[in-house]
């Protein structure tokens, strides 16, 4: 399996159980002036895309692209899978455009479109992989990976923890700690709830601790 391609520093925000702290704290005005922008061009992006107009597609890859192709590589584990998976979204979202009804964000609705890529090119991935370990039985088998450094680095083994989830606690904790998706944009993109979001991801944290903390020694073991 490839790398998995964690672009942003989100280890620290694994924080302890009941914390409840938001990831990020910013003023009431300067939430509101976020969000008011963040939807003008939401809609800007929509209405030129309905339309048509190639502008505004190239804008909706200038602005999203790279946040695509990050979300693509850590579910894929691959930039070229993920470069493609990119490509392929930006057919459908062509192809597909007058099946936008405004009932989320355009950009939410364009990485629905986005996941769901991914999971044919996993399960694509997958078939391929099964077809060739049957045309390989019978053949040398395959070499041993090489074992892990006495000291591996921090980002490596939150990448292996990462991979260690279940795909729907891993694209849960990407959408939000990487992506910065609300739980109602994910709920929207999974077609799940908001409840079902926030539970997911608290489970997706605990798994993360428990693979990443120490183990517990009996430090006292001597002492009586």
């Given at each position: 399996?490839?790398?998995?391609?964690?672009?942003?520093?989100?280890?620290?925000?694994?924080?302890?159980?009941?914390?409840?702290?938001?990831?990020?704290?910013?003023?009431?005005?300067?939430?509101?002036?976020?969000?008011?922008?963040?939807?003008?061009?939401?809609?800007?992006?929509?209405?030129?895309?309905?339309?048509?107009?190639?502008?505004?597609?190239?804008?909706?890859?200038?602005?999203?692209?790279?946040?695509?192709?990050?979300?693509?590589?850590?579910?894929?584990?691959?930039?070229?899978?993920?470069e493609?998976?990119?490509?392929?979204?930006?057919?459908?979202?062509?192809?597909?455009?007058?099946?936008?009804?405004?009932?989320?964000?355009?950009?939410?609705?364009?990485?629905?479109?986005?996941?769901?890529t991914?999971?044919?090119?996993?399960?694509?991935?997958?078939?391929?992989?099964?077809?060739?370990?049957?045309?390989?039985?019978?053949?040398?088998?395959?070499?041993?990976?090489?074992a892990?450094?006495?000291?591996?680095?921090l980002?490596?083994?939150?990448?292996?923890a990462?991979?260690a989830?279940?795909?729907?606690?891993?694209?849960?904790?990407?959408?939000?700690?990487?992506?910065?998706?609300?739980?109602?944009?994910?709920?929207?993109?999974?077609?799940?709830?908001?409840?079902a979001?926030?539970?997911?991801?608290?489970?997706?944290?605990?798994?993360?601790?428990?693979?990443?903390?120490?183990?517990?020694?009996?430090?006292?073991?001597?002492?009586?």
């Amino acid at each position: 399996m490839g790398s998995v391609g964690l672009t942003l520093p989100w280890e620290h925000r694994i924080s302890p159980e009941g914390g409840g702290e938001p990831r990020v704290q910013p003023s009431e005005r300067e939430e509101r002036n976020r969000v008011s922008d963040k939807l003008s061009e939401d809609a800007a992006l929509a209405a030129g895309c309905l339309a048509g107009e190639m502008r505004a597609y190239e804008r909706l890859y200038q602005v999203q692209g790279a946040r695509m192709r990050n979300l693509a590589r850590n579910l894929l584990g691959s930039s070229s899978d993920a470069e493609d998976a990119v490509q392929d979204t930006f057919v459908k979202i062509q192809r597909g455009i007058k099946s936008f009804r405004g009932q989320s964000s355009f950009v939410t609705w364009t990485f629905r479109i986005l996941v769901n890529t991914c999971h044919d090119a996993r399960r694509s991935r997958m078939r391929r992989k099964e077809q060739a370990q049957d045309d390989s039985e019978g053949s040398a088998p395959a070499l041993e990976p090489r074992a892990p450094g006495s000291h591996p680095s921090l980002r490596m083994a939150l990448e292996r923890a990462l991979q260690a989830l279940t795909r729907h606690q891993r694209e849960v904790f990407l959408l939000y700690e990487v992506e910065g998706f609300r739980h109602a944009e994910i709920a929207t993109l999974l077609e799940i709830s908001e409840t079902a979001s926030k539970n997911t991801l608290f489970q997706a944290k605990k798994a993360l601790r428990s693979m990443l903390e120490p183990p517990r020694s009996a430090e006292a073991g001597g002492a009586r």
